[in-house]
């Protein structure tokens, strides 16, 4: 969050400055003064003196030190000595030259501290329309995921139906058989719970937060995901394998949007292998530790691949390649990886399809 | 339920919907056996009882409808009661064309069901009873001589016996000697059941035995 300084913040960070300059200038007036320092030195040193304190203090502070540094200079160092009035040239110049340093350099950063504060604001805002996007994203992939989302609920929900039903008939009659029933009904609430678990993950995926990171388990993150698509890629004749290494170290990221990303990186997977009939039709979901601790995840398919020339173009926003889409998935993943710390892209396989790799910081 | 042993195969990949059809179908006394997936049934050796097949029309693998294919093709005949998490109508369609008893939508309620497998199982008794007297005809024609069959196919088609005798250039004695030879090996208290018989061997794909 952008925090902007209180109006009592500001003029107690004044007031301080005005004393602190206040103190200099008495300090360097006593040692000068025992030093027998020249009048155009310490006019000078006085200016440095003045323009630290405009650097950031408020017009009236600074004008305050210079008016203190001009009588300092007038009373102590310019001759005659101990008394205040217009006698020399420098008593001219000085104060003119104190109170314009003054005016110009606390204008000139009051200027530069509204425009980092536009800078922060607009970033800010950026920020938030990103998050805004990806949301939008979310929902969208929901919708185009609606079919197995169904599928996932009705089936638990067949499951107690039909528990519930036979939990009655085991009861039913003169012989009732209470342990066939009971097992029926322990069914019907494991079963029930599965059908919340799948909520509770739709309504997370679909919530709209800021950016929440944690340390995550990215293989449990992948596996929750997979279990998403999996119905849709058996559906298609779509063998989807994972093969997570057991090593990994934690990352910190933000669950929903890494699996954001994984489920793009599948969809898009699923989408280029839906025509492809003269071979086997593969999707490999791995995860490795690098050198660096670092963990790669990698999604490779047997689709359609990508030519040399879109290989980087893809990551651009409304490039695209398919005829439905926005083009706006693999840059959202592409900027949600990177404010992850991580690095996202994709190579042509050997064979055919495409691989698409990201890594992700480890969390010490 | 009609028949003591009858017995309810199940296939449907999820686990849970598994569980539950076996109980359910256990809890009204039916002997149930359950796959994961249409390999897996396949596979597995089947008792040559009354049954019938629950399945679910989307599986990994090889899908439901293959699945029928498949049995039509190896000449599995065994009433099938397709079950679905959505059922669009081309492939239900398609599966009562291919001869499914019934097609339900998950969540079904119970009673439909069990009427469904009680059809299923009625249908495939009859179709079994069917099947054994058909078999125990194709023996007994079995026994019968390539002399006795000429003359049992000319009798059923109307002809009188002298008719027989001329067809076959032989004498009307000989002919009512085969007539009688082909009645008792056959079994037929009538010549009406003869012809029967002789109706059912002729829908058999198995008359060149």
Known sequence: ?364 | MQDEQAMVFVVDDDESVRESLESLLRSVGLRVAAFASAQEFLASPRDDVTSCLVLDLRLPGQSGLDLQKRLTELDIQIPIVFITGHGDIPTSVRAMKAGAMEFLTKPFADQDLLDAINQAIERDQTARQHQASLAEILRRYGTLTPREREVMELVVSGLLNKQVAAELNVSNVTVKVHRRQVMQKMRAGSFAELVKMSEKLKTSPARSL
């Open chain 1, 1 to 364: 969050m952008l925090k902007k300084p209180s109006q009592s913040y500001r003029f107690w960070q004044s007031a301080a400055l005005f004393l602190s300059g206040g103190a200099a200038l008495g300090l360097l007036s006593l040692i000068c003064f025992r030093l027998h320092v020249n009048s155009t030195t310490v006019g000078l040193l006085f200016l440095i003196v003045v323009v630290l304190v405009s650097l950031r203090a408020s017009l009236l502070s600074a004008a305050l030190v210079a008016i203190i540094a001009y009588f300092c200079l007038d009373y102590f160092f310019t001759a005659p000595l101990f008394t205040l009035g217009m006698n020399q040239a420098l008593d001219y110049v000085a104060p003119i030259a104190y109170l314009l340093i003054a005016v110009v350099i606390t204008r000139l950063m009051q200027r530069v501290r509204k425009f980092q504060e536009e800078q922060k604001r607009a970033e800010e805002t950026l920020r938030k329309s990103q998050a805004e996007l990806a949301h939008v994203r979310r929902v969208v992939t929901m919708g185009e995921l609606a079919a197995s989302i169904a599928h996932e609920i009705n089936q638990p929900l067949s499951a107690i139906v039909n528990n519930g039903s036979a939990c009655l008939r085991w009861l039913a009659g003169d012989a009732p058989n209470v342990l066939e029933a009971q097992e029926a009904a322990r069914r019907i609430v494991r079963d029930g719970n599965r059908a919340a678990e799948v909520i509770t993950w739709i309504r997370g995926f679909l919530r709209k937060t800021d950016t929440e990171k944690s340390r995550l388990d990215i293989n449990q993150t992948i596996r929750e995901i997979v279990t998403v698509i999996e119905r849709e890629a058996v559906e298609s004749g779509i063998e989807v394998r994972m093969d997570l290494a057991s090593d990994l170290p934690q990352v910190l990221g933000d669950r929903v949007q890494l699996q954001q990303v994984v489920l793009n990186l599948l969809m898009n997977s699923l989408e280029s292998m839906a025509l492809i009939t003269e071979r086997r039709r593969e999707l490999l979901i791995s995860t490795r530790k690098q050198e660096t601790d670092k963990v790669l995840v990698t999604v490779r398919d047997s689709g359609m691949g990508i030519d040399g020339e879109s290989l980087e173009k893809i990551f651009d926003a409304f490039y695209t390649t398919k005829t439905q889409g926005m083009g706006m998935g693999l840059a959202i993943s592409r900027s949600i990886v990177e404010d992850h710390g991580g690095e996202l892209w994709a190579v042509t396989n050997d064979g055919s399809g495409a691989t698409f790799q990201f890594t992700l910081l480890p969390q010490k």
